[in-house]
């Protein structure tokens, strides 16, 4: 699987995670099981995907100082 396919992969897990409040160990093992990861991809996979959603009240802190107030950030984007 190439970097972007993972990455994008990643995105999109993430974007559910915050967007419908899906549960992320639900969707980790979906999307490995659904894109055949292998051992390596699986393990970056997890480890970004839990550790953005472990630290996710830090990295909106500190996203917020590039951020306008009162701006809409898209949940895309952010």
Partial sequence: MSNYQ??????????RVEKNKSF?????DHEIRANHFSAKD???FTEIVYGTVQR????DYYLEKFI???KKLDLFIK
């Fill in 6 to 15: 993972l990455r994008s992969i990643i995105a999109d897990v993430l974007f």
């Fill in 24 to 28: 992320s160990h639900i969707l980790i």
């Fill in 42 to 44: 699986a393990a970056l």
């Fill in 56 to 59: 996710q009240m830090t990295i």
């Fill in 68 to 70: 306008k107030k009162n």
